[in-house]
């Protein structure tokens, strides 16, 4: 075991493979001779060469396009879209490519790519480098769309999804790559090497793709939440005092019900929490499924907590982000059945 950020994760997992696999190609924006803007793939390309690791033009469309081609003939290329606010002009190529050529094909071809996007707020990007658009990707069948939440889940779902022959979605949330975030961006960062789930195996290991964590276990309320709100969700239980059960979704679809379920069930009651804008944002999913499966387990009405409805702004950026603050006054009216 060794102590890496979710940077020095992401990168492990993509030298595990292009060590493991001679088809596994990695390329997009800066990722070849820069390692990348956030340095995930740094040393990378001087390790195995330009024809493995390699820098594409600016054109996010070209990149996920030409992924589906080299998936369909046997390769297993791994695309960085640089901030996931730019995966807009790649959307035709996601939806009615990438998503799609399993099923037109009847199984002849297969698109076994990974998207890795970087996403989310919180680090003063303002409205195109702060978006979490998972919600998009969730409601496309044929994709599967993944969000780590710590170092150790980055690296196993990462090799799992390059392993996997469906397309994946692997979202990376930017605030955490250093460390996990609390919500209170007016302290100290805490590294991840003061984190237990910054401990990561050097070699080859995975994660489920479609397996939820519980993050911390509780029999007051569950919290259904991934990404940077995992630990900003732990940071409202611990000043609330409310033995929250945080439920770390790891993967958004396919979804682990299950183990929604039986914290629900446990517990009588649930809260959603997630970065993204509120209208038709995930979250909306999740109350609709703990509502229908849960429905006579609950002692309150699900409470959802999220982004508002605007684009993500700069000089507000801590009255967009959902804080500890909100969020434990969103658990206290759980609890109290309003």
């Known amino acids: 075991m060794a102590a890496m950020t979710m940077i020095q994760a992401l990168r492990s997992a993509m030298d595990v493979m292009l060590e493991r696999d001679d088809n596994v190609v990695i390329y997009g924006e800066d990722v070849g001779y820069f390692g990348g803007v956030f340095r995930c793939t740094e040393g990378l390309q001087q390790k195995y060469g330009k024809s493995r690791v390699f820098d594409a033009p600016i054109s996010e469309s070209g990149i996920v396009g030409t992924a589906v081609g080299m998936g369909a003939y046997g390769l297993r290329p791994v695309v960085e879209i640089q901030f996931a606010d730019y995966f807009y002009p790649a959307t035709d190529q996601i939806v009615s490519e990438v998503a799609r050529l399993r099923y037109r094909s009847a199984g002849e071809f297969i698109a076994p790519l990974t998207i890795r996007m970087p996403c989310g707020g919180g680090i003063y990007g303002g409205q195109t480098h702060s978006q979490s658009p998972e919600a998009f990707f969730t409601h496309v069948c044929g994709l599967r769309t993944v969000m780590p939440s710590n170092p150790y889940d980055a690296k196993g779902l990462l090799i799992a999804a390059i392993e996997c022959d469906d397309p994946v979605i692997f979202l990376e949330p930017k605030r955490i790559y250093n460390g996990p975030f609390d919500g209170?961006?007016?302290?100290?960062?805490?590294?991840?090497?003061?984190?237990?789930?910054?401990?990561?195996?050097?070699?080859?290991?995975?994660?489920?793709?479609?397996?939820?964590?519980?993050?911390?276990?509780?029999?007051?309320?569950?919290?259904?939440?991934?990404?940077?709100?995992?630990?900003?969700?732990?940071?409202?239980?611990?000043?609330?005092?409310?033995?929250?059960?945080?439920?770390?979704?790891?993967?958004?679809?396919?979804?682990?019900?299950?183990?929604?379920?039986?914290?629900?069930?446990?517990?009588?009651?649930?809260?959603?929490?997630?970065?993204?804008?509120?209208?038709?944002?995930?979250?909306?999913?999740?109350?609709?499924?703990?509502?229908?499966?849960?429905?006579?387990?609950?002692?309150?009405?699900?409470?959802?907590?999220t982004g508002w409805d605007t684009p993500y702004p700069h000089a507000q950026e801590w009255d967009y982000f959902p804080g500890p603050a909100r969020i434990a006054a969103g658990f206290k009216r759980v609890m109290e059945g309003k």
């Open 184 to 305: 209170h961006h007016d302290r100290p960062v805490t590294p991840w090497s003061q984190h237990p789930l910054g401990a990561v195996p050097e070699g080859h290991y995975t994660v489920p793709l479609d397996s939820a964590a519980i993050y911390r276990p509780g029999t007051q309320l569950t919290v259904l939440t991934y990404g940077t709100m995992v630990h900003v969700a732990a940071a409202a239980a611990h000043e609330t005092g409310i033995d929250a059960e945080i439920i770390d979704l790891r993967s958004l679809w396919p979804l682990d019900l299950d183990t929604i379920v039986n914290s629900v069930q446990k517990t009588g009651r649930c809260v959603v929490v997630h970065e993204a804008t509120r209208t038709s944002g995930f979250g909306a999913e999740l109350v609709a499924l703990v509502q229908e499966h849960c429905f006579y387990h609950l002692e309150a009405p699900i409470e959802r907590i």
